[in-house]
C-alpha cells in the first residue's frame, strides 16, 4: 500500500478487469459493493458483466478475475489451501508454484498434536497471506426449504462448507 493504493513491490496499482456473470441482481449487487471496497484499499476492479455460461466457460488465460456467485470451497475439504496452492494441482488455474508453500502445506497433512496442527496451519496461513495473490470472494447464499418427508437433510448437510450433499436425500415416510 503506498499513498492509500494497493501497488506491488514496483509501485504498480493493483487494477484489473473482472469478469462477473449476469442475470442475478443479488450477486451483481454483491459485486458492485466488493468493488467499492476494494477501492477504500486502493484496488482499482473493472467489472465486465457477461452471460453466466460464457463466464463459465472462460479459461483461465482469458480472464484476471472471474467470479458467477459460487465456486471452489476453500474450506472443510482442504483448510490448507493444498488443491488452491499447491503446484500443480488441480484448481491453481494461476500456476502458482513455491517450494515453502508446498512444505507448508504438506506440514499440515502430517500426523500432528492440536499443538503442532495449530502450529503448522498458522505457520501456512502467516505465509499464504504474504506470498498468495488472492482476492477472496463470498459464496451466494440461498435458501434451503424442505418438505416434511425429505430424510438425509441435517445428516448430510457439511456446516464447514456450507453445502449440502443433495445425492444422499430421498423421499419417503
Given at each position: 500500500?503506498?499513498?492509500?493504493?494497493?501497488?506491488?513491490?514496483?509501485?504498480?496499482?493493483?487494477?484489473?478487469?473482472w469478469v462477473v456473470a449476469s442475470g442475478s441482481t443479488t450477486d451483481n449487487n454483491i459485486a458492485q459493493l466488493i468493488k467499492q471496497d476494494w477501492a477504500k484499499e486502493g484496488i482499482d476492479a473493472?467489472?465486465?458483466?457477461?452471460?453466466f455460461n460464457q463466464v463459465?466457460?472462460?479459461?483461465?488465460?482469458?480472464?484476471?478475475?472471474?467470479?458467477?456467485?459460487?465456486?471452489?470451497?476453500?474450506?472443510?475439504?482442504?483448510?490448507?489451501?493444498?488443491?488452491?496452492?499447491?503446484?500443480?494441482?488441480?484448481a491453481n488455474t494461476g500456476l502458482y508454484s513455491n517450494s515453502t508453500m508446498n512444505r507448508l502445506i504438506a506440514a499440515?497433512?502430517?500426523?500432528?498434536t492440536v499443538a503442532q496442527a495449530k502450529a503448522r496451519m498458522d505457520a501456512y496461513q502467516v505465509?499464504?497471506?504474504?506470498?498468495?495473490?488472492v482476492l477472496w470472494l463470498p459464496a451466494s447464499t440461498g435458501l434451503l426449504v424442505t418438505k416434511q418427508g425429505l430424510h438425509g437433510v441435517n445428516s448430510d448437510y457439511n456446516t464447514l462448507s456450507g453445502y449440502e450433499a443433495y445425492n444422499n436425500w430421498k423421499v419417503g415416510p
Open positions: 500500500m503506498k499513498n492509500g493504493v494497493m501497488t506491488n513491490k514496483q509501485g504498480k496499482q493493483l487494477a484489473f478487469t473493472t467489472i465486465r458483466e457477461e452471460p463459465v466457460a472462460l479459461t483461465s488465460s482469458q480472464f484476471q478475475l472471474i467470479w458467477w456467485g459460487g465456486g471452489w470451497c476453500y474450506g472443510a475439504e482442504d483448510p490448507t489451501g493444498g488443491a488452491l496452492f499447491g503446484t500443480g494441482s488441480v499440515t497433512h502430517a500426523p500432528s505465509f499464504a497471506a504474504k506470498h498468495v495473490p
